[in-house]
Structures are given as structure tokens and as C-alpha cells.
């Protein structure tokens, strides 16, 4: 199956997984805002409609008390007989739900169209009763103040709540029916626009299935994606480029260690060939081991450097640490070497000084390295004059070394601390250098935190290291 198809294949079960598909997790979060926002919704709604329905119930009540009050003040003397009962009758025809009570002073019954309540401590306020058949009422009772017979007679006014109940609960199923359908087609909706929404991602998917080993230069595009989506996309084609030149390096490091090991293994397996064609004296025997002797130990040294850049590779930091004096160290360097700086006719001198907290041998090494290439390739009026200069920086410490010589052309310049290189036109093995010293320098000050410099002007090329405190 191509990287294409797979990318493609992964993008469809992820839809189909909520627990791994985004798309899938933010339909569930918009249908879950929408359960609780219809909900809140309709709770206010159905709350707001049973207070209203409420205060137009205790408005009734309060209009009929008025109106059963004015007609006892007008009955007057005559108190409440049968002509009073029949036009309350009437007033209350087409008011099913409507009951009235009037009760005398001493709490007989006058009139009633409805059981009395179970408990008579109903005040002005609208309050809540029970009657005897398990009828639930809101109403309010007043007394009559004005002389007469009426007078201190007690009038309560209800209204039964059934008809509010069953408005509520019509209207309470008709708001659940309206927020389960509310949310199925927000979760409709939301899941076409994410799918909708996801398709850059998808196309972005799709364009990254596509780039391989065999197509390490297609990158994703950038002209048609969302804005959103650009700093994603910029920085994945970053680290694409970042590991395109890493793949470069690496084929070209392959290839180097390959052309520097082949000399020596070739010279080994011709000398060792040429001397079993024939037989040979003891003293050529001993000549023959002595030279692979010499190559083996050549091809030492290239895999132990080796080894020790791909610890640096890896991030391994430089250990046992302490507080030294580099000026110190890069006398030891200078006395190491001072048959080969005799031989040079060069002049070694030391500048400056500064203490950081680094491995001795490890600075010592590099120091080392770019002491002998400074001796190799000076040039010019003799005695050359190689100078050694250490100094403090912001970050720590600077060790450069300067030597007059040819100027390194810029091309090379920038390659100087890559592995193998070496800026002679012949890739030819040199029998004293392996091409790996300055790429040792850059890796010690990278084990200490620290960097690599080099300029070259007017035929003084100066190349230092910086380590971190």
C-alpha cells in the first residue's frame, strides 16, 4: 500500500473513532453546549411561563375578590340570600376553575361553589391550598370591612391549578421535543462544518503522504492553506528541509568514511596478497607487518574519532568537569608539541588567560588540533608566528588560535568543520591527517555548550572555540 493510501486509510478510521478523531471529539462537545444551552434554555422558558400563568391566575383572583366585594356592600341589610347566590352564580358562569367561599364572622358557610379548603389559614397573600378531594388551588382571602350585614364576613377566592398543570406540561413535553431536536441538528451541523472545517488538514494529510526517500524536495504548500494552518505548515517543511540536509550529511559522511577507509583496507589486502604470491624473507615479513601495522593503527584512530563524533551527535555533554586555567592548558599543548614547532621553525605564543569549568582533556585535545593544522599550513617569512589567544566572554570563555598563511577561499571556509573535509583540490588521503580535526573542535565545544568560529583575510586565518561557563 503507498503512503498515499495510508495516510488516506488512517484519516478515515480516525473519523470513525471518536476517542481518536478530533473531528468526532468536537461534534460531541457541540451537541454536549447544545443539551445544556437548550436546556437552560427551556428551563428559563417553562419557569418564566409558570410565574406568568401564576400572576395571571392571582390577577383573576384579585379581580373576582373586587367584584365579590362590591356586590355584598350593595346587597346591603338584606345579607346573603338566595337573589345573592343566583347572580353570584351567574358572574361565576364560564369560570370552571374559578371557586369562591364566603364565610360569616363566626366561620359559617354563606355560599360555595366548591368543598371547603382543608385549612382556612389562607391570608391576603397568594398562597397554595388543598381541598378535601385533593384539589390543588392558589388563591388569597379578604374581609369585608365596610358596615352592614356582610360586615367581617370573610371572602376567599381560588383559582384550581389543573389548568396550569396541564398548559405547563404541554408545554413542557412541546419544549423537550423542541431541544432534543434542537440538539441532534446541532450535532448535524456541527459535524458536517468540522468535517467541513478539517479539510485543509486532510489535503495537508494527503500532500504529506506523498514525500519519501525517493522525493525528499516536496514540501507542503502554503499559498492555499488557512492561516491557522501556516505555522503548522511552515514549520513541518522546516524540519523537512532540517532533515533533507541531515539525510545529505549522512549520505556524505557514508560516503567519506567509506573513501577514507578504503585506501588503507585496499594497501592491507595488496601487500598481504603480494607477499603470499612468493615466498619472503623474515626480514620482508617483518617490513609487511610493520606497514599494516601502521595502516591498522591509521584506521584506529579514523573509528575512535568516529565513535566520538556520534557520541557528540547524540547529545552527550562533556563529564568530569572543573575549574581550569586554558592558558595553563595550551602551555601544556605548546610543550607537547615543541619538537614539531622546532622542526616548523614556527614561534608559539600565548595571550591572555581565563578559567572555566570544562574537561581538561577535552580542551586539551582540541586546542591540540588546531595548534597542528596552524603549524601545517602557515607559511610566509620564518620564524611563523602562531599565536594562541584566550579571553573572556559574556557566555565563558574563547580560545583562538591565529597563523599567517594562504587565504581559505569562502566556499571552503563554511566547510571547514564538516567531517573529511579538506580544502586541497585531491580528495588523495594525506598520510598525517584524516580530516576529522576541526570537526573534533566543533564537537568538544558543543559537548561544553559552546561554538565554533573561523575567518580568514589577507592571508591570516584565525579559528576558535567558545565554551559556556
Not at 44 to 70: H, P
Not at 385 to 397: D, F, S
Request: aromatic share 6%; net charge neutral; charged share 20%.
Amino acid at each position: 500500500m503507498s503512503t498515499s493510501l495510508s495516510c488516506a486509510q488512517l484519516w478515515r478510521n480516525a473519523r470513525l473513532n471518536p476517542a481518536r478523531s478530533i473531528v468526532a471529539r468536537l461534534t460531541m462537545s457541540l451537541a454536549l453546549i447544545a443539551v445544556a444551552v437548550f436546556s437552560a434554555l427551556g428551563a428559563l422558558l417553562y419557569w418564566t411561563l409558570e410565574r406568568e400563568l401564576m400572576r395571571v391566575e392571582f390577577d383573576e383572583v384579585q379581580s373576582k375578590i373586587i367584584l365579590v366585594q362590591s356586590m355584598l356592600v350593595e346587597q346591603g341589610q338584606s345579607g346573603i340570600d338566595d337573589e345573592f347566590r343566583r347572580k353570584l352564580d351567574d358572574v361565576l358562569m364560564g369560570h370552571g376553575n374559578l371557586l369562591v367561599w364566603i364565610h360569616a364572622r363566626d366561620g359559617t358557610r354563606l355560599f360555595g361553589n366548591a368543598q371547603d379548603p382543608l385549612a382556612l389559614d389562607v391570608g391576603e397573600a397568594p398562597s397554595t391550598f388543598t381541598l378535601p378531594d385533593g384539589t390543588v388551588t392558589s388563591g388569597c382571602r379578604v374581609s369585608i370591612k365596610e358596615p352592614g350585614s356582610s360586615e367581617g364576613a370573610q371572602v376567599t377566592v381560588a383559582m384550581a391549578a389543573s389548568m396550569r398543570n396541564d398548559v405547563l406540561r404541554m408545554y413542557g413535553t412541546t419544549v423537550a421535543w423542541l431541544c432534543a431536536l434542537g440538539t441532534l441538528a446541532t450535532a448535524a451541523l456541527a459535524a458536517w462544518a468540522t468535517r467541513r472545517g478539517f479539510r485543509p488538514v486532510r489535503r495537508l494529510a494527503e500532500h504529506a503522504g506523498r514525500i519519501g526517500p525517493h522525493s525528499p524536495s516536496v514540501r507542503l504548500p502554503l499559498d492555499d492553506e488557512d492561516d491557522e494552518l501556516q505555522a503548522l505548515t511552515v514549520s513541518f517543511n522546516d524540519a523537512l528541509d532540517r532533515l533533507q540536509e541531515a539525510y545529505s550529511r549522512l549520505e556524505s559522511f557514508n560516503a567519506d568514511v567509506a573513501h577514507e577507509l578504503r585506501t588503507p583496507l585496499a594497501a592491507l589486502i595488496s601487500g598481504v596478497e603480494v607477499t603470499l604470491a612468493a615466498p619472503r624473507s623474515q626480514t620482508e615479513i617483518e617490513q609487511l607487518l610493520a606497514a599494516n601495522l601502521e595502516l591498522l593503527q591509521r584506521m584506529r584512530v579514523i573509528v575512535n574519532d568516529m565513535l566520538f563524533l556520534a557520541r557528540a551527535d547524540v547529545g552527550e555533554q562533556a563529564t568530569g568537569c572543573e575549574w581550569v586555567s586554558l592558558a595553563g592548558e595550551a602551555a601544556k599543548v605548546i610543550e607537547y608539541y615543541d619538537g614539531l614547532i622546532a622542526d616548523s621553525r614556527a614561534k608559539v605564543v600565548c595571550e591572555g588567560d581565563a578559567s572555566v569549568r570544562c574537561n581538561a582533556g577535552l580542551v586539551r585535545r582540541a586546542l591540540s588540533n588546531l595548534l597542528s593544522n596552524a603549524l601545517k599550513y602557515s607559511s610566509g617569512p620564518h620564524p611563523h608566528v602562531v599565536a594562541i589567544r584566550v579571553m573572556h566572554t559574556h557566555r565563558g570563555a574563547r580560545v583562538s588560535v591565529r597563523n599567517v598563511g594562504d587565504t581559505i577561499p569562502r566556499q571552503d571556509l563554511a566547510r571547514i568543520f564538516d567531517r573529511f573535509y579538506r580544502a586541497e583540490p585531491s580528495r588523495a588521503p594525506r598520510a598525517d591527517s584524516n580530516g576529522l580535526g576541526l570537526a573534533i573542535v566543533r564537537a568538544i565545544a558543543l559537548m561544553h555548550r559552546g561554538t565554533v568560529d573561523a575567518s580568514s583575510n589577507g592571508g591570516i586565518t584565525v579559528v576558535s572555540f567558545e565554551l559556556a561557563k
